[in-house]
């Protein structure tokens, strides 16, 4: 069980986090920030908001996990060319979703992928599973690099697409990075790295080969069992 002072210091992060992502939010309110706009420096978004550079770094991950914003090597990190309409749902997607507790988020993740894996063995087209095969091509290459979440999540969401449901990606988008998040924050997929490449092929093979039958039990297995690892 989660101590009191963990449990304190942890609802502490969240409100940080939410702060800096409540800047950006109320910056593009304000057309201070428009799409292409680059954010202040690290640094200085740590200074002006009372924060450490450490929350200011992992609410930038949080943006860049739901596209609002693009961390270029070099150059900084910039608003991504969304309309202003689009930015908000994201932002109070990012901002909401957090809210709720990771069994919730599991479970209607579980229900959204397993329909979204059946649908896109059915629906994908040729450049479909050209964009999924890369995707885990990408993942697979950045297994042991600090990319690794990133990959993973464009991954599913790259499945997704495919299934050319708009209303399940949408959802998807809103939750596969909180429950990313949970499996960093807890560790809950740590030493299981070989099994979830080894599970994400099978997910490549099962939508190359067209099969809609199982769909559910492959993404249960996938989804489920690391969170069994940490009990």
Known sequence: ??????????????????????????????????????????????????????????????????????????????????????????????????????????SVRVLLEAEALRLCALNHTEQDMDDIVAAFAEYEKNLNTDRRQETDFNFHLTISKGAHNPVIHSMLLSIIPDTLRYYERWRLCRGSEARTRTEHREMVDFISSRQTENARELIERHLINPRMLAK
């Open 1 to 106: 069980m989660q101590t009191t002072s963990k449990i304190i210091t942890e609802t502490m992060k969240q409100a940080d986090t939410e702060n800096v992502i409540k800047y950006v939010q109320t910056a593009i309110e304000n057309h201070e920030l428009l799409p292409g706009d680059r954010l202040p420096a690290e640094r200085k978004l740590a200074e002006m908001l009372g924060v450490s550079r450490n929350v200011v770094r992992q609410s930038i991950q949080k943006l860049e996990l739901y596209g609002i914003v693009t961390t270029l090597p070099q150059s900084g990190t910039f608003i991504s060319s969304f309309s202003k309409q689009q930015l908000d749902m994201l932002i109070n997607n990012a901002i909401n979703i957090g809210s709720y507790d990771f069994e919730s988020l599991m």
